[in-house]
């Protein structure tokens, strides 16, 4: 694909150097577009019937087939008239028609919505992007970054043993010969099958599912069921929000003051979810009986036989199951994260130390994303290394972080890998290698259904997932580092944070959270703030996961954190980076009650960076005490202690500003960590945040990126202080 975007450009420098260059579109062979390119094929015929009749949406009456004659960037995975006849078999054979034929449709709703489903689901337009060659598609079950006209993501399948074999969604065969098809306006991908994932959301699933024992999550759906989760996952899309955003009572926020672009507020506010799920298969090994023969008693029996919740105060064992505290309840929901999370972003590989999202393939340094599940509060972890061979939940690797065992007097590697010890038990555990982590496989591992849900992405796992004290105990001992995007899921259910489409390399995409409107559940937006996000995808940024908040204006807003996985002292700390010259400064506060919160301290003055204080224009030294690290070990943690009594931290080793390289943003001065806080903390319990403006100017920024629960044992440990990591 790049190959291509070199060689149309340099075909314009050679032929038109004299002129100006229209770059609205990167396409600029001599060549067919994607519908004449259809026009000249006749087993396209009935996909191109269906495309001039298939409006753009009911207020457009512009057809695809208008829209793939025009200048644009579409990827389309177009079937043959083999493969629309097979769809209709299969619909026929489902009682969805009387006859294989169009003929078969015995209402015009019914015939309209199966035209719109061959048809949106085919094609994905890149806007001023570009499209996808096969070169460019995702790995093995990942999504494409970018949704179909349907707004549905479609996943990639390759052979086992054919890697040449490629499907999409499992079940739309691409062909070998018709593939990769560089047109005008795009690329066309024969398929021999239609691409129409399942509009079933994840309650329809479970209650398909608990019947079906080929699904390979027939016990886990019964449980779901059990709790009375079945309408709750059954959320896919705000309608009210729809609503307000067609009629214009949402608006796009004015260009950001630094970027000079317009934020963009969302088209939808989709919901979505992510559930692990111990396989049927685990299931019929741990109790031996065969799926079908399971009950929901057996595994609440199982469960209070086991003992593993008995630490947890409160824990009910009655038949009550919706109740959250009640022992299934507890084990189901710690299985759901209220966010749809793609293979590829359960772990969001970005820039960290050594890696390129750009060109690498594996991981370098050992990563991990916490996330709050659904019911009681409490944290997963989701962790992957170069060592791990895949992505696992709760895995507790020692790392070789320059400390301890793992010092450099000892001659270890100080490099964030995998050491290939793991931490010891502490406390009840689901099993003896539990730190060693449960295992989240693939449908072909699993062997279990892998079909497409609507609002929803189902993961296998190889062992049992449960909170145990064994992982709140291993979770509470480390320091633990979350993006601001993670705690709020609407970004990732609507493609915000961590975007994968192949946008170009060097913009800033900049969007934007109204508040008129409670688009985040968990952020509070007061009056006269203007609530911006920035993506610096896919170019390198100096941010964690390559993403940034900036609030603008005399802003005022409250924020939901993560719950602490163990009662105990914790610093809460904040990562600010006083690169830019307009940075504010906020009265913090923190409570237990969004509505009862206190003052922390003295405001956080985000234009104080290592070295210099930038107010506007004006560079002036500041007192923090930076210094960059040294070969000396014992000094650089002198340096530290200096910077701590201040209030600022170095950033951490874990991340660069370039892609590839060695050197980390921990050797930047106007990248910091402030401490916000230290102070007690309770399990299972949310806490809330305030940021207010103390300043007068409209036009400053309150840098937001990431914030980090550090327990008393790691910041103020006498034997083994806390890692640059």
């Not at 549905?152 to 079940?171: C, P």
Request: with cysteine; proline share 4%; aromatic share 12%.
């Amino acid at each position: 694909m790049r190959r291509f975007l070199f060689a149309a450009a340099l075909l314009m420098t050679l032929c038109c150097c004299t002129e100006d260059i229209d770059m609205s579109s990167r396409y600029v062979f001599e060549g067919k577009t994607i519908t004449q390119y259809l026009e000249s094929k006749e087993y396209y015929s009935e996909y191109l019937r269906l495309l001039g009749k298939v409006p753009l949406s009911a207020y457009s009456k512009t057809t695809l087939k208008q829209l793939l004659s025009a200048r644009g960037h579409y990827t389309v995975f177009a079937p043959t008239n083999d493969a629309v006849q097979a769809y209709l078999d299969s619909l026929c054979r489902k009682g969805i028609i009387t006859e294989p034929s169009w003929d078969g449709f015995t209402d015009q709703h019914t015939l309209d919505s199966i035209e719109k489903v061959i048809v949106f689901n085919s094609v994905l337009d890149s806007g001023d992007q570009y499209a996808y060659d096969v070169t460019d598609f995702p790995k093995h079950e990942h999504e494409f970054g970018l949704s179909n006209m349907n707004n549905r993501k479609l996943r990639v399948f390759y052979g086992q043993h054919d890697l040449d074999s490629i499907s999409i969604d499992g079940v739309a065969v691409v062909s070998k010969t018709n593939r990769g098809i560089i047109l005008t306006n795009g690329y066309v991908h024969q398929v021999e099958g239609v691409v129409a994932p399942s509009d079933g959301r994840l309650g329809d699933f479970m209650r398909m599912w608990s019947k079906d024992p080929k699904s390979g999550y027939s016990v886990m759906s019964r449980l779901i069921l059990a709790c009375g989760l079945e309408d709750t996952l059954n959320a896919y899309r705000d309608e009210t929000w729809e609503h307000l955003y067609l009629t214009g009572q949402v608006k796009d926020l004015p260009k950001h003051t630094s970027v000079g672009q317009v934020g963009t507020i969302p088209q939808h506010r989709y919901y979505g979810f992510t559930l692990f799920a111990e396989t049927d298969r685990f299931w019929e090994e741990k109790l031996g009986k065969s799926a079908d023969e399971i009950k929901v008693t057996d595994i609440c029996d199982f469960l209070r036989e086991s003992g593993l919740f008995d630490y947890v105060a409160g824990t009910l064992f009655d038949d009550d199951y919706t109740n959250e505290m009640n022992v299934l309840n507890q084990f189901v929901t710690y299985h759901l994260l209220p966010q749809r999370i793609g293979r590829e972003k359960l772990v969001v590989h970005y820039n960290e130390l050594g890696y390129s999202y750009t060109s690498s393939t594996a991981p370098t340094i050992s990563i991990m994303d916490y996330y709050q599940t659904m019911g009681i509060p409490r944290l997963l972890k989701t962790f992957e290394s170069r060592e791990s061979n895949g992505i696992y939940l709760n895995r507790f690797p020692m790392l070789r972080n320059g400390r301890g065992q793992f010092g450099l007097a000892r001659m270890n590697a100080n490099d964030y890998h995998e050491s290939g010890q793991f931490h010891r038990l502490k406390g009840s555990s689901a099993f003896p290698n539990e730190n060693e982590g449960v295992r989240v496989l693939t449908y072909n591992e699993a062997g279990t259904d892998a079909t497409s849900v609507a609002n929803a992405v189902v993961y296998p796992i190889d062992n049992l997932l449960v909170c145990t004290e064994n992982v709140c105990n291993q979770i509470g001992s480390e320091r633990i580092r979350i993006d601001a995007g993670c705690m709020m899921p609407e970004l990732m259910n609507n493609d915000i944070r961590a975007p994968r489409a192949n946008y170009v390399y060097g913009a800033t995409s900049v969007r934007a959270i109204p508040t008129n409107y409670p688009y985040i559940a968990n952020v509070e937006i007061r009056e006269g703030t203007l609530f911006y996000f920035l993506s610096g995808y896919p170019s390198p940024y100096h941010n964690l996961q390559g993403d940034e908040f900036n609030i603008i204006g005399r802003y005022d807003f409250s924020m939901k954190l993560p719950p602490v996985p163990r009662a105990g002292q914790y610093e809460i700390r904040f990562g600010v980076a006083t690169g830019s010259r307009v940075r504010s400064m906020a009265q913090v506060y923190f409570g237990a009650e969004r509505d009862k919160m206190y003052v922390t301290g003295i405001p956080m003055d985000l234009r104080i960076g290592g070295l210099e204080m930038r107010i506007g224009p004006t560079t002036l030294p500041s007192d923090v005490g930076w210094e960059e690290d040294t070969d000396d070990e014992e000094y650089n943690d002198q340096v530290t202690k200096t910077m701590r009594t201040k209030g600022f931290m170095k950033a951490p080793n874990s991340w660069s500003n370039q892609f590839g390289s060695s050197r980390s943003v921990r050797n930047d001065h106007f990248m910091s960590r402030r401490i916000i806080m230290s102070t007690y903390l309770q399990p299972y319990k949310n806490y809330y945040i305030r940021f207010k403006s103390v300043l007068e100017e409209e036009a400053k920024e309150f840098y937001m990126d990431y914030f980090e629960y550090v327990p008393k044992e790691v910041y103020d440990n006498p034997e083994e202080s806390e890692d640059i990591w």
